[in-house]
């Protein structure tokens, strides 16, 4: 059984800084793409980052050149570094596994609050 948990949410002010981690259980993670999404009440969720199994990342832009994605495969564990953050980042964070080859898989975690203070 595969399991994705998060952990490192909380409150911080504006222009604080905090880093997630989502730890992932089972043999999937090397050569999962790992992502993580993000959905405030009344909004739909949303890609933040993503990393393939081989390192390429992928942003949205409205965090582009604040947060950075990064994975270690050696600990199936991935990170969100989350620097500069805005009031408007305020979310429950999602950690993503997936992949698209046979056999493919797509595993969500439980999610963990990140608010942001003004």
């Known amino acids: 059984q595969v399991q994705l948990v998060e952990s490192g949410g909380g409150l911080v002010q504006a222009g604080g800084s905090l880093r997630l981690s989502c730890a992932v259980s089972g043999s999937i993670f090397s050569i999962s793409t790992m992502g993580w999404y993000r959905q405030a009440p009344g909004n739909q969720r949303e890609l933040v980052a993503e990393i393939t199994g081989s390192g390429s990342t992928n942003y949205a832009d409205s965090v582009k050149g604040r947060f950075t994605i990064s994975r270690d495969n050696a600990k199936n564990t991935v990170y969100l570094q989350m620097d500069s953050l805005k009031p408007e980042d305020t979310s429950v964070y999602y950690c993503?596994?997936?992949?698209?080859?046979?056999?493919?898989?797509?595993?969500w975690g439980q999610g963990t609050q990140v608010t942001i203070s003004s």
């Open positions: 993503r596994s997936y992949y698209r080859g046979t056999p493919g898989h797509n595993y």
